[in-house]
């Protein structure tokens, strides 16, 4: 098994420019997370999916959407990229309580 | 007030020496994961525990539900245990959401 796959690794955007960070899970695990990782601070959840078809927020979702059309796939899509969006997203599934978290993809808007 | 504190922040030992790493927590929880972060690496979850205590190799982890604390202790530490350690307590709700602690970063000296 790959677990839980992300990419791309690394990105520079540019302010005002678009894109989406792939997540993905063989685990046929149910439940999905992204969260945001800042410099000197804890891990923030962006948004979390409970099912395929199945999204809701999480503390820190303004600037983000994300859809789960596939039990596998959890992408998230930044739209109007902003200098505060520079950070190291992670995807992460979970099943029975137990979370495996992917390798992160470092993000820096210029 | 953070719903989770952890302490110490910084923490520097020589190899060999007995570590502890302390959380407390606010919410409601229905168990608590300790992760491990190497600097520019993924996250992996060391133990996931509900009550008691578990053991795996050097790391023991404890857990008093009543009064709200979990320790992470290493004992005989090595230069590769260098790492953050991650509080993240698992809340209550059904849908497996972690609130995380701002880490301790360990580094342990030759």
């Known amino acids: 098994n790959a677990g839980v796959t992300q990419t791309p690794k690394f990105r520079i955007l540019k302010i005002g420019q678009s894109m989406t960070l792939q997540c993905a899970q063989d685990m046929n695990h149910n439940y999905m997370y992204w969260y945001r990782q800042d410099p000197g601070m804890g891990l923030k959840l962006i948004y979390y999916s409970v099912g395929a078809g199945i999204t809701d927020k999480g503390e820190v979702p303004n600037g983000y959407n994300v859809s789960r059309s596939t039990t596998e796939d959890f992408p998230l899509r930044l739209e109007l990229a902003a200098p505060s969006q520079t950070s190291v997203y992670f995807c992460?599934?979970?099943?029975?309580?137990?979370?495996?978290f992917g390798p992160g993809t470092r993000l820096t808007v210029l | 007030k953070n719903e989770v504190e952890q302490s110490p922040q910084n923490l520097t030992a020589q190899e060999g020496e007995f570590i502890t790493i302390n959380c407390s927590y606010s919410v409601g929880i229905s168990a608590l994961h300790w992760l491990q972060q190497h600097p520019g690496g993924g996250i992996v979850s060391l133990f996931m525990l509900s009550s008691g205590k578990k053991k795996h190799g050097r790391l023991i982890a404890t857990i008093n539900i009543q009064e709200k604390h979990s320790s992470l202790h290493i004992t005989a530490s090595h230069p590769r245990d260098s790492a953050v350690y991650i509080c993240a307590p698992l809340t209550q709700g059904g849908s497996e959401k972690l609130v995380f602690g701002k880490g301790t970063k360990l580094t342990v000296n030759p």
């Open positions: 992460a599934s979970s099943a029975y309580n137990e979370q495996f």
